[in-house]
Nanobody, 123 residues
Framework: QVQLVESGGGLVQAGGSLRLSCAVS????????MGWFRQAPGKEREFVAA????????YYADTVKGRFTISRDNGKNTVFLQMNSLKPEDTAVYYCGAAATVWSTSHYDYNYWGQGTQVTVSS
C-alpha cells in the first residue's frame, strides 16, 4: 500500500506562486509514476504533471507548461509542484497520485490518491 498526503494549498492572487507537497509513505518502487491532477467543481479530474519516482523524466499539460514544475526528493519521500504565474483558471482541488506500472496522463491509471488540497487564485 502507498499513502499520499498533500499540503501547501491556499488562496493566492493572480500572478502569485504556491508550492504543493505530497508526502509519500508505504511500499513504493522505482517504476512508480507520481502525478499531480486537479479537479474544479463540475469538471473531470485533469492531468497537470508527472514524474517517475526514479529518473528525471517529467511531463506537463500544455495549460501549465512553463509555469509549473514537478520535482521530487526521494530522501524525504516527497513530490513537489511549484506553481508560478498562477491564473484564476488554475483554481481547483489538487491531488497527488501514484501509478504502479503505467506512464499515464489518465487519472484512471493511477492506483493511489491523496485527499487533495484546495488552490484558489483570485483575479
Amino acid at each position: 500500500q502507498v499513502q499520499l498526503v498533500e499540503s501547501g494549498g491556499g488562496l493566492v492572487q493572480a500572478g502569485g506562486s504556491l508550492r504543493l507537497s505530497c508526502a509519500v509513505s508505504g511500499r513504493i518502487f522505482s517504476t512508480y509514476v507520481m502525478g499531480w491532477f486537479r479537479q474544479a467543481p463540475g469538471k473531470e479530474r485533469e492531468f497537470v504533471a508527472a514524474i517517475r519516482w526514479s529518473g528525471s523524466i517529467t511531463y506537463y499539460a500544455d495549460t501549465v507548461k512553463g509555469r509549473f514544475t514537478i520535482s521530487r526528493d526521494n530522501g524525504k519521500n516527497t513530490v513537489f509542484l511549484q506553481m508560478n504565474s498562477l491564473k484564476p483558471e488554475d483554481t481547483a482541488v489538487y491531488y497527488c497520485g501514484a501509478a504502479a506500472t503505467v506512464w499515464s496522463t489518465s487519472h484512471y491509471d493511477y492506483n493511489y490518491w491523496g485527499q487533495g488540497t484546495q488552490v484558489t487564485v483570485s483575479s
